[in-house]
């Protein structure tokens, strides 16, 4: 008996060990996770046809396990954002695409031209680029269950060029 109580001591202790390991490794790959939480949190891709848009992040807050991460904190209002507008054309789709689709909202807003910060929320499954030529910037808000985030892009629609068959003879 006394063999097989130390056995069972044993298994019990390589158990705890084990439990002790995992626990250490977690809490390192937090504070690893932490430090530099812009590499940790899911990417974006926005994109209006075949142009890639340039999307700033301006804002995030990030839940890790031991701590809450905050920044970079660009602010709209007073200019921060550094958007440079792509020509599109209009009525194009935009499309948003996260790399982690498990977030629990997406919400995008619009607003006319570079300086203006009065939104207009866009609803449905599909958004359109306006049909009328300007800049535009548009607002992304992303909710996860480990925080949110907040992105920025803008577009510049332009005319569309349509040739009539006098000018193409």
């Known amino acids: 008996m006394r063999g097989v109580g130390r056995t069972i001591l044993k298994i019990f202790g390589a158990f705890v060990l084990i439990a002790v390991a995992a626990v250490a490794s977690l809490l390192i790959k937090e504070t690893l996770d932490s430090t530099d939480p ?7 891709e926005a994109s209006v046809g075949y142009t890639k848009l340039n999307v700033v992040r301006a804002n995030f807050e990030w839940n890790f396990i031991t701590r809450t991460v905050y920044g970079p904190a660009l602010s709209d209002e007073q200019g921060d954002i550094p958007l440079a507008p792509l020509e599109v054309t209009p009525n194009t789709r935009l499309v948003v695409v996260m790399s982690n689709p498990n977030y629990l909202s997406m919400k995008i ?38 925080g949110s985030l907040l992105y920025y892009t803008a577009v510049k629609v332009v005319g569309s060029t349509i040739f009539s068959s006098e000018e193409t003879d």
């Not at 812009?38 to 974006?44: F, G, K, S």
């Open 38 to 44: 812009e590499n940790n949190m899911p990417l974006i």
């Open 109 to 146: 807003s619009r607003a006319d031209g570079l300086s203006d910060i009065n939104y207009i929320e866009l609803y449905g499954d599909e958004i359109l680029t306006p049909s009328v030529p300007g800049i535009y910037k548009y607002k992304i808000e992303v909710a996860y269950k480990k």
